[in-house]
């Protein structure tokens, strides 16, 4: 069995809600548990609703860093 080492990045820069959290689910579908995933948003309810897909799923946020300019980079680990 291989370790999952390989990051993903979706870019939701410039996106407004429902988008970003759309794009998400869209592009983590066929991705295997235990995927991390790096997800840029600007989107100010981005958060809030990024963290409720995330529980509802059952995904873990492990960290979230300002980039500047509103972004917010998320590690999200897949579930």
Do not use: N
């Not at 995927?35 to 958060?47: I, M, S």
């Amino acid at each position: 069995m291989t370790e999952q080492s390989e990051t993903h990045q979706i870019d939701a820069i410039g996106l407004v809600c429902p988008l970003p959290v759309l794009r998400f689910k869209k592009r983590i579908q066929g991705l295997p548990s235990g995927t991390h995933v790096e997800f840029l948003a600007d989107d100010p309810t981005g958060r809030r609703d990024l963290q409720a897909l995330c529980e509802i799923a059952g995904h873990r946020i492990e960290w979230i860093r300002e980039e500047g300019a509103g972004v917010l980079r998320y590690c999200i680990c897949l579930a």
